[in-house]
């Protein structure tokens, strides 16, 4: 009787030697790129070998379908599959070959382990009982052995000689191990969604290659320079342009390594970067381009970019916050394992799944050996988090052929010094000279504050009065309030716009869309905004008041000033000392060390590519870069631990509602009818705004908020006087009924 791997309901059996062959072969060329297509077969080969038993056999027969072969925690029972295969890489292997594997089979659908949860596992009589029974059984020879001698890759060979060089040693094996587990997993995925769903497997099917890519990207390029061209001589900016350009591909030849692009704001580093991407990538054989991007606010915008460049063929947008109507089978498809040559995502994305330890958030991670990755506004990337991933990132471009594009114009210092030995050892400028494109662009003058005391919301809304298109910039959403209700009192009108996340996305992407008609129409426009407004979001003011903070924010500030050069002069970025402080963590650390450079140089350079470097080593000192102790799980091989550690995003303390904004009402009608789905959730995403975990736990037990088909919390009907469709969400408004609920019919 041969033995099954997967039945469907139909019954129509998935024989197990041809999944095991079929998935390590797929394994083996996804690890090519790494040196390791041997290990990556074997796990293949040997990740269901417990498939093999009596038990397993009996179990698939009686419950055909997917579920049948999934494993559960807990007690040994039929289903356990994939301990016998991590016991056959360590005896087959032994323990320094064998163990990697061990945690790549075992976790294939648990995920990866701690290492002392997996060697408990591993000594657990009934587990090698199970073994035992799989060896018993007539298991094809070929699968069981390991053909020819395996040996560590390359960049594993060289033994550490000291404690420093074995812990480092002994990170890289981590890194190894998890793209080994992508590769497995990857292939598991894809061979048994070819059985189940030959339709949906279809959907997978080839893309452009990189040098067609290139291709497009150069004939793009022209035609947007033809344009300009005929439009008369060339402005400073796109001859600025031009440049950057030309710059980003004769870099492009270099070896592969660690770059950074230093480009001010108008520098056309979208476009750039990506033909630095293309061209480098080409040029040294690399399959992939991954841009990262820490605000979705961008990413659409940028992936949009680069569709009517490359073809909508090429592009990947992958976050949770997309538009479900822009997403297509095939995107839905290629997000799961990043199957696409260019892939947009969020910053989030990328290093939660480099971190991950789940097998459907490590499964894309294969797709980083042999490609480049643009780190868009690197300049976000939080301290805390910084050693464990710089860490990863150098051993992607040292063991998996990986580069790296520091992409920003307040470009942070990345580079290898005491107090940061996980920094890249070498970053090379691809700009001949920054500082000559930041003088050529300079748009902007600073107002750096005035020694008259920190300023409450009714003082700043004295000076915005004075403006007719200003935008103001203040630390925490309250500020933004009490700031436009001081405007309103001033002014006798309504008029000043409101923007900060007590909005939810869909209310914002709206008010944005109102101002840029009127800014465009040339109207007055007075913005009152927090600093989600900073990064990403293309608006152009004369004036920009931002509440002192760190000096990247107020870079970013500046970059929604005169941003399109049409002012005769040059627009001007107002900075205030604020009544309030910024949130907590890094906001109010950086906010210290912008006033420690003030005090040495009160005529500070906001605009020169040094002030940040010193900024940034400043910052970076004044906090612990592995504030999780991440390091150090790393090394003992806590996989497990590691992920629960790593979190890019902060959100333990926030809890999202859904608001009565727009469309939302008729999604949770839908929602509670029909139950819960991707696109309905996703929809919903538009419409929630984050509140304190502890907020919404009072407005649940006091009746202001309710849970919906047990998937997501709404903001009790009747109560829509708590969403203001000026302010968003007014906290101390709910509980209060809207009067339009009281009323009733006849």
Known sequence: MSAW??????????????????????????????QSEGFARLAGRWHDLGKYTVAFQNLIRRENGLEAHLEQEGPVGPRDHSTAGALHAREVLGGELGTPLAFVIAGHH?????????????????????????????????????????????????RPSSPRELKAWRRRVEVWTRMLFSALCDADFLDTEAFFNA?????????????????????????????????????????????????????????PGVFSLTVPTGGGKTLASMAFALEHAARHGLERVVVAIPFTSIIEQNAAVYAEALGGDAVLEHHSGGDPERETARNRVAAENWDRPVVVTTTAQLFDSLFANRPGACRKLHRLAGSVIVLDEAQTLPPGLLAPILDVLRTLVSDHGASVVICTATQPALGQRPGLAEGFEQVREILPDPRE????????????????????????????????????????????????????ARLGDTRTIHLSALMCPAHRSDVLEKVRVRRARGESVRLVA??????????????????????????QAAGRCNREGRLDGLGELRVFLSSTEPPPGVPSTALGVTRELLGANPELELFEPSTFAAYFKRLYGSKSLDAKGIQEQRERLRFRETAERFQLIEDGWSAPLVVPYGESPAWVVELEREGPSRDRLRW??????????????????????????????????????????RLGLVPERVGTWSPTALLVDG
């Open 5 to 34: 791997a997967h039945v469907d309901a139909r019954g129509r059996p998935h024989l197990l030697e041809e999944h095991l062959e079929r998935v390590g072969e797929l394994a083996g060329r996804f690890a090519r790129r790494f």
């Open 110 to 158: 648990a995920g990866l382990a701690n290492a002392e949860a997996l060697a408990d596992r591993l000594q657990q009589e009934p587990r090698q009982r199970l073994y035992a029974q799989v060896l018993s059984r007539p298991v094809p020879e070929a699968l069981l052995r390991a053909e020819g001698t395996l040996v560590l890759p390359e960049f594993l060979a060289t």
């Open 199 to 255: 339709e949906r497997a279809a959907l997978r099917g080839e893309s452009p290659a990189i040098p067609m890519l290139r291709d497009r990207l150069s004939r793009h390029l022209e035609a947007l320079g033809e344009r300009v061209r005929a439009q008369g001589p060339l402005s400073e900016v796109n001859r600025v342009r031009a440049e950057v350009l030309e710059a980003c591909l004769s870099k492009a030849a270099e070896r």
């Open 437 to 488: 494109a930041f003088r050529r662009l300079r748009r902007v003058r600073v107002r750096w504050p005035a020694e008259d005391g920190p300023w409450t919301p009714e003082r700043l809304a004295e000076e915005l009065a004075g403006e007719s298109s200003v935008l103001a910039i203040v630390h925490r959403r309250d500020d933004a309030r009490r700031t436009c209700e001081a405007l309103d």
């Open 530 to 555: 927090t600093q989600l407004v900073e990064a990403g979001v293309d608006l152009d003011f004369p004036v920009v008041y931002r509440a002192l903070g760190g000096l990247d924010a107020l870079a």
């Open 684 to 725: 919903l995403q538009r419409y929630t705004v984050n509140v304190s975990r502890r907020q919404r736990d009072d407005w649940l037990a006091r009746g202001c908020a309710r849970w919906v088909a047990e998937t997501v919390v709404v903001l009790g009907e009747g109560l829509g006087a708590a969403y203001d469709e």
